[in-house]
């Protein structure tokens, strides 16, 4: 199973900018697809964008336009740009097998991004 590390999370001001990155390791995940998935406290943990092994990307209403996910697969890497961030975006960050069955996710330790007003 592929296991994930999460960084580039912080603190950020609102309208600030963070990078985050993940690296699997014990796999290779290029080709399936793979997001970002987070979960802010109380709520559920969501889906906020993906990308394919053909790099088709998708996001959640909410982050189009401020977000971006790439993946490097020779690296085993995957990446979020968040700009323009929003106090609504303060939550911990993971990345995971969107098309995995929930049972079947290993989550790696995240990463926490705070957006202050």
């Known amino acids: 199973h592929v296991q994930f590390v999460e960084s580039g999370g912080g603190l950020v001001q609102a309208g600030g900018s963070l990078r985050l990155s993940c690296v699997g390791s014990?796999?290779?995940?290029?080709?399936?697809?793979i997001g970002w998935f987070r979960q802010a406290p109380g709520s559920e943990r969501e889906l906020v964008a993906s990308?394919?092994?053909?790099?088709?990307?998708a996001y959640i209403d909410s982050v189009k336009g401020r977000f971006t996910i790439s993946r490097d697969n020779a690296k085993n890497m995957l990446y979020l740009q968040m700009n323009s961030l929003k106090p609504e975006d303060t939550a911990d960050y993971y990345c995971?097998?969107?098309?995995?069955?929930?049972?079947?996710?290993?989550w790696g330790p995240g990463t926490q991004v705070t957006v202050s007003l």
């Open positions: 990308v394919s092994s053909g790099r088709d990307t």
């Open positions: 014990g796999g290779t995940f290029s080709s399936a697809t």
């Open positions: 995971n097998f969107p098309l995995a069955a929930p049972r079947n996710r290993i």
